[in-house]
């Protein structure tokens, strides 16, 4: 698996971002959702990461800095071909490596509560994550998951 930090230019990557933002705006209860647009993963407290397999498209998937070592994950998705092959955990564990290189010491994400996102809290948990309180500017709420693991160097 190749990974290449940035990207948004290349045309694949535009297209599985955009049907990210489409499924999970089509999922999320109006004003709830927390998935971000292109203009937001260029941030720069965002790492932005594409995922190659062969010259394919396999996924991507963010890193946002919440302060000196704390992350957030961010619109991590595999291309509909690389799905339920166990790919997810390649893409999470590459994540993790990379924020360990930057130095984050724990990683946070928020994915919805419902029957939809029941595929992607196993996925998380299976590798590691546990479920936990709202952090950073998150507040309660029954829609949303809130999960986080703690990562060494």
Same mark, same amino acid.
């Given at each position: ?11 694949? &990557? ?20 927390? &998935? ?94 546990? &479920? ?22």
């Amino acid at each position: 698996m190749k990974s290449i930090e940035g990207n948004f230019d290349n045309p694949e &990557v535009y297209e599985l971002l955009i049907k990210h933002f489409i499924e999970l705006s089509s999922v999320s209860p109006v004003c709830k959702g927390h &998935v971000l647009d292109i203009p937001g993963l260029k941030d720069p407290s965002i790492k932005f990461w594409s995922f190659w397999k062969n010259d394919q498209l396999m996924g991507c998937g963010a890193l946002k800095f919440l302060d000196t070592e704390h992350g957030e994950f961010k619109s991590i998705r595999l291309a509909d071909k690389f799905r339920k092959q166990d790919n997810g955990i390649k893409v999470i564990k590459d994540l993790i490596y990379r924020a360990k290189k930057l130095n984050i010491k724990k990683i946070s994400l928020e994915t919805g509560s419902g029957n939809f996102f029941i595929p992607a809290r196993k996925l998380f948990i299976k590798c590691g994550f546990k &479920v936990c309180k709202p952090f950073s500017h998150y507040k309660k709420d029954s829609e949303a998951c809130y999960m986080s693991m703690l990562i060494s160097n």
